[in-house]
T-cell receptor, first 115, second 115 residues
Framework: KNQVEQSPQSLIILEGKNCTLQ??????????LRWYKQDTGRGPVSLTI?????NTKSNGRYTATLDADTKQSSLHITASQLSDSASYIC??????????????FGTGTRLAVRP | GAGVSQSPSNKVTEKGKDVELRCDPI?????LYWYRQRLGQGLEFLIY????????KSGLPSDRFSAERTGESVSTLTIQRTQQEDSAVYLC?????????????FGQGTRLTVV
């Protein structure tokens, strides 16, 4: 069964500090991996997409990495801001499927940035 | 429209009543997903529509849940004889094509509370 596990479940950091969120997956065959940010009371919004051949991708203060061999991804947030407080969800897509379960969602990491 | 729109934003209903949730996808998006997100938990797949193909209903938790979509337009999710366990945020997402690399855009969700 396709699964996506994220850690930690929750995290509290001080404003200005860096942090790294982890995602492990068992989705096969792998197509791509996305990190979504979900603000409280809002729908998830895509931050980055990683395909099989990509190791690192940056979007401002967000940097995602992918190790397709170990099936791990990380999301690194640099110089955190209060607005980074949100849930970060790892979503992995399966190749070749045309059905609803082709997207496998992690349960998310809830990040709180304190002043 | 500019984004995926869901209505109502909030719904409080009495146990045993039926509710209908609405999703307006982004114009031209052929794929539409419904998810459920219980408090503090990850997204749970419910149902998927792709154009005029038969929907993937494999995620519907019981026969009290049903959904419709006409062509590539509005979708409605209906929950009959609601139970307290149905309390959750119901998220709708749409994407342009049925491709794993295509980003799914989410609505803001409908928060359903069954009392």
């Amino acid at each position: 069964k396709n699964q996506v596990e994220q850690s930690p479940q929750s995290l509290i950091i001080l404003e200005g500090k860096n942090c790294t969120l982890q995602c492990n997956y068992t989705v096969s065959p792998f197509s791509n991996l996305r990190w979504y940010k979900q603000d409280t009371g809002r729908g998830p919004v895509s931050l980055t997409i990683m395909t099989f051949s990509e190791n690192t991708k940056s979007n401002g203060r967000y940097t995602a990495t992918l190790d397709a061999d170990t099936k791990q991804s990380s999301l690194h947030i640099t110089a955190s801001q209060l607005s980074d407080s949100a849930s970060y969800i790892c979503v992995v897509s399966a190749e070749g499927k045309s059905s609803g379960d082709k997207l496998t969602f992690g349960t998310g990491t809830r990040l709180a940035v304190r002043p | 429209g500019a984004g995926v729109s869901q209505s109502p934003s909030n719904k409080v209903t009495e146990k045993g009543k039926d509710v209908e949730l609405r999703c307006d996808p982004i114009s031209g998006h052929t794929a539409l997903y419904w998810y459920r997100q219980r408090l503090g938990q990850g997204l749970e797949f419910l149902i998927y529509f792709q154009g005029n193909s038969a929907p993937d209903k494999s995620g519907l938790p019981s026969d009290r849940f049903s959904a419709e979509r006409t062509g590539e337009s509005v979708s409605t999710l209906t929950i009959q004889r609601t139970q307290q366990e149905d309390s959750a945020v119901y998220l709708c997402a749409s994407s342009f094509r049925d491709r794993p690399s295509t980003e799914a855009f989410f609505g803001q969700g409908t928060r359903l509370t069954v009392v």
